[in-house]
């Protein structure tokens, strides 16, 4: 898995910034250098956080029914992503 190309739904963790260790989930590629990030809470789907992707930390964790949603050219609700978020926290827990 190529962690400096990210992907459309993938859960990552913040680095840096006042943001940091918080889960969010990639809406959006902007460039080779930046990504649009949502958590559906403090950053909504309609105020996406511009991050760069050396300040993220992926996971193998996709969320597959917002990728579906965003691929097919639709904006997901930000309970769907609070939704994701939380499922995925419950699935890195028990893996750890």
């Not at 991050?51 to 990728?67: C, F, G, P, S």
């Amino acid at each position: 898995m190529d962690w400096s190309n990210p992907v459309i739904g993938r859960v990552a963790y913040s680095k840096a910034g006042r943001d940091k260790g918080k889960l969010f989930i990639v809406i959006g590629i902007v460039d080779e250098d930046f990504v649009l990030v949502c958590d559906g809470d403090l950053r909504p789907v309609e105020k996406p956080k511009k991050k760069r992707i050396k300040h993220l930390k992926y996971t193998d964790l996709v969320a597959e029914n917002i990728a579906e949603i965003l691929k097919s050219g639709r904006m997901p609700l930000n309970a769907d992503i609070r939704k994701a978020i939380k499922e995925m926290k419950k699935i890195l827990e028990e893996e750890s």
